[in-house]
């Protein structure tokens, strides 16, 4: 099997290399200080909340995306972007950081990196140092403990960040039934006006971020704007109008549904959060496994993309305000989410797990003038595009699906900002405040399609296969072996067992072993549970191999390479 050879290649040429080659990739070659792509540019960076692919760019054909779609179309899309942690603050963390969970040592919400692990800058740090405004609206940090109940305010961000205020009624019963009763359920499409203030957290985050374009305009000081959108997060509430472009009749079930035979119980997440809603509570499924009704699957897929529609439209707002201020020709848009989100894939709903569904993100960059032809200022390049009555779609600028992941985001928009790149990571990096263990992705840029599928021929030669088939690392924790009340988010005293996960182009191959939190140790000489997964053949990651097959104990060594 091709995918077989292409996987085993890979193993063979990590094997051969030393063990602190995994910790980062190289520092990028990029600029000291000097000309980038985007040199001088202003950043926007878009983040949501529990964003899987499910985009027109990404090759949806049901989702009504126009205006992510119209960004794609000219931007650089990565369609093999993979989160480091299925799981809000621990992958916002990460990414911000341009460090990994193991680093942080943030996988829960409960502690703060600067203080449990070490005094690392952050992404928009490093641009406030190096004379950026930074700004952040809406959930970019997870608000809390993990970034020490301020976003990390004054460390990252120039002004106090600004959160909606409609965000403290997110989980508060607001939705009506069809007895007319409010309730905190699950399913929540709202009559906005009667919502409390008459608005909903995302709308207000639009709001506040057009408001300080406009103030950009006027002050002409670069910028880092970072806006967090909260949906599709759950409680899956947003204007109810946008139930109307998705009829019950169109959804369908997930490919699969089922929980796999051959699934490990400590892989699988018994989706506690849904379970706590309301409408969910009225179902009584039995717990771990009991699987919801059709009907009621359909109905939360059907709210998943009327989210995603909702969203959209924020989007496309926010981009169009860019245009009327002036800013399209000069500032670089990054578009990304922290994680996925199961739809009934593998039994399952919510993340927190190591599937591709809860770890592959959407992942975009706007260049003006790398990923497009130079733009006049002035120009309209994201006229905004009503989901309602847009037909048509708009295929990415440029694509790759080269593997990536969020912790390379960091150092590749430094450099695209002309910003001296971060070193490496050393292989114990605590005491570093300043270093990523990702690597900058921008070599990835100017890379066409033919020229990544003619990299895939042949595998003969092992570092050349290595080379060119990166690999990205997700890992999450679980209390025990089987589905616990607390599985899917432990806490750190509670974590017995790490699940690391490794994804290449061609598979995905995890180890659940022993972890002890009192000194954050794995062991991987103490293995509980395995998965493999070919995605020539199974693509939708349901048929684990792990235990019939001859290559299993060679990829097991990939993740000795990652104790720290």
């Known amino acids: 099997m091709v995918a077989a050879r292409l996987c085993m290649c890979l193993v063979l040429s990590l094997l051969r290399l030393p063990r602190d080659a995994f910790a980062a990739g190289p520092a990028a070659a990029g600029p000291g200080g000097g000309r980038g792509p985007g040199d001088g540019m202003n950043v926007l960076f878009i983040v949501v909340d529990d964003l899987r692919p499910i985009l027109g760019c990404y090759g949806d054909k049901l989702v009504k995306s126009p205006n992510i779609d119209q960004l794609a179309s000219q931007s650089m899309v990565f369609s093999n972007a993979y989160a480091q942690q299925a799981l809000c603050a621990p992958s916002r963390v990460s990414f911000l950081t341009g460090r990994r969970p193991d680093t942080t040592r943030l996988y829960d919400f409960y502690s703060y990196w600067r203080v449990h692990a070490g005094n690392y800058s952050t992404m928009p740090q490093y641009f406030k140092e190096n004379g950026y405004v930074t700004l952040s609206v809406g959930k970019v940090f997870h608000p809390g403990v993990s970034s020490n109940y301020s976003d990390d305010y004054p460390y990252s961000w120039s002004i106090p960040p600004f959160h909606p205020s409609a965000e403290k009624y997110e989980n508060d019963k607001t939705c009506r039934g069809k007895d007319g009763k409010l309730y905190a359920n699950l399913v929540c499409p709202v009559n906005v006006t009667e919502m409390p203030g008459g608005t909903l957290p995302d709308i207000q985050s639009t709001e506040e971020a057009i408001r300080l374009l406009n103030v950009m305009k006027t002050n002409r000081q670069k910028f880092f704007l970072a806006v967090g959108y909260h949906k599709p997060h759950i ?242 924790p679980r209390p025990a072996d089987t589905p616990q009340w607390n599985s899917d988010k432990p806490k750190l005293k509670d974590i017995r067992i790490m699940g690391y996960s490794v994804r290449t182009i061609d598979c995905r191959y995890t180890v659940w072993v022993q972890f002890d939190p009192s000194n954050f140790s794995a062991d991987f000489k103490d293995v509980h549970a395995g998965e493999l997964y070919m995605m020539e053949t199974d693509p939708n990651q349901d048929y684990n191999i792990y235990n019939n097959t001859s290559h299993g104990w060679l990829l097991k060594k990939i993740l000795g390479f990652l104790k720290h």
């Open 235 to 476: 409680p899956l509430r947003y204007p109810q109008e946008f139930l109307k472009l998705y009829p019950l009749e169109n959804i369908t079930l997930a490919p699969d549904p089922w929980v796999p035979k051959k699934l490990p119980s400590v892989a699988y997440n018994p989706w506690m959060d849904i379970r706590q809603r309301d409408d969910v509570e009225a179902l009584n499924v039995s717990f771990p496994y009991g699987p919801l009704p059709d009907d009621f699957q359909r109905q939360i897929r059907q709210s998943y993309y009327a989210a995603v529609s909702y969203l959209d439209v924020q989007v496309g707002l926010l981009l169009n305000a860019l245009d009327n201020v002036g800013f399209s020709n000069n500032t670089i848009v990054v578009f990304t989410a922290d994680h996925g989100w199961s739809l009934g894939e593998h039994g399952e709903w919510a993340k927190y797990s190591n599937f591709d569904v809860a770890t592959r993100v959407p992942l975009m960059f706007y260049v003006p003038g790398m990923t497009t032809p130079p733009v006049s200022q002035g120009a309209r390049v994201f006229p905004y595009l009503d989901p309602f009555s847009h037909i048509g779609g708009s295929a990415p600028q440029g694509q790759s699906k080269k593997v990536v992941e969020l912790v390379s985001v960091f150092p590749t928009l430094a450099e695209l900002a002309g910003l001296q790149v971060p070193p490496a990571c050393p292989e114990t990096s605590f005491g570093v405040v300043l270093c990523t263990e990702g690597t900058s992705i921008v070599h990835y840029f100017n890379v066409s399609e033919e020229k990544v599928e003619e990299g895939k021929e042949g595998c003969d030669d092992t570092d050349r296969c290595f080379n060119e088939e990166p690999v990205a690392f997700s890992q999450y």
